[in-house]
């Protein structure tokens, strides 16, 4: 069944876009239509040249209070093919820097988009928590082990263990967030970081991403220095800096890859 209000929204500021969840009578949780829908709005800006970061937040002050849980017996039917772990995978291989942006509630399904992001920037008032022991479900596996590769094991265990809610400050300490703002500043702060990735080589910074997340073969990261080669990129950035004056970049994926263009990272194994 429908929740009424229950919806993503998308808003673009530039080279910058924002993708809100929104469902204010759940704490912004996760229906079952949303997580189809992410993929969707995902593959949509993704074929926009024009963006060069985004930006995944909740609304009115709380992040996202988890997954609705509404249809039991579908969601332990889907184990690991479940909709809100293909959402997560769709959210990690966008081929764009991605930053959650984090008040209130990051919960269940809620932490699980926020860790599929590239960086993670928090309101004090944050509190985060990854449930399942407390309602005896298996945390799905990709989910799993990409927090442990965020946090380190032991702190991915406390948190899978206990399903104990942790604050802002532990969150930093454990580097399950990358910087903690008083909640009236979040916001300036990740405009200010969405803009300085915008400014930055997207060659460099989409060659990065690949890499960081293991997705580049040897293959791939050849034909990475070819561009870097082939493109001018650093001729221009190396004359930036010794001029003193803002670099003018401009590389581009080959428009001839269309969909599967080599900006968009290969599937992980």
Known sequence: MAVPDAELTVGTTGPVATIVISNPGRRNAMTP??????????DRLEADERIRALVLTGAAGTFCAGADLGDLDELLDAGDASIAVAAEERLAAFARPTVAAIEGACVGGGCQLAVACDLRLAAADARFGVPPARLGLVYPAPTTRRLARLVGPSAAKHLLFTA???????????GLVDEVLPPVGLAARVAALTATIAERSRLTVAAAKEIVDDRADAERIAWWHRQVRDSGEAREGVAAA????????GWAPPAADGPSTPERPAPGP
Do not use: Q, S
């Open 164 to 174: 104990e809610l942790i604050d802002a400050e532990r969150a930093l300490r454990i």
């Open 33 to 42: 239509a949303m997580w189809r829908r992410l993929p969707v709005l995902l």
């Open 242 to 249: 010794n001029g003193r004056r803002a670099p003018r970049f």
